[in-house]
């Protein structure tokens, strides 16, 4: 009986822990809008692309710590005029579009003209 306890109690916590691991992390979609004035927000589609990148948050946070729970936001660090940093427009285009363009070469479609991922 023990045994059983036991056994069915780690089933439990092996799958409550996976379920946690695999989880989405933040939200669902993120309207990246900096730069609205100029060009229309990039609907981004957040718990896709953890998806896409096997929930390896270090591909786009790329200052994170192991274990961090809530990253920061690309903002943070890329401001409009960065310092050692990039700005803000080249992180993301430079991260975007370097994933999409390896994507396509993969066969896959991704949106890589401006106006497929700037959306009115």
């Given amino acids: 009986m023990k045994k059983t306890v036991v056994a069915a109690v780690t089933f439990w916590a092996l799958v409550l822990g996976a379920t946690l691991a695999l989880a989405h992390h ?19 589609e957040h718990h896709k692309h953890q998806d896409r990148v096997n929930m390896d948050c270090l591909v786009c946070h790329h200052m994170a710590k192991a274990g961090d729970t809530a990253p ?9 005029k960065a310092g050692d940093a ?17 994507q396509k070469a993969a066969g896959k479609n991704p949106p890589l003209k401006c106006n497929e991922c700037h959306v009115k």
């Avoid at 920061?72 to 409009?80: D, F, G, L, M």
């Fill in 86 to 102: 990039p700005s803000y427009k080249d992180a993301l285009h430079k991260n975007c579009q370097g994933c999409h363009k390896e």
């Fill in 72 to 80: 920061k936001p690309c903002s943070e660090c890329h401001q409009a």
């Fill in 26 to 44: 933040g939200p669902e979609v993120i309207n990246l809008d900096k730069f609205k004035k100029a060009m229309a927000p990039v609907k981004f």
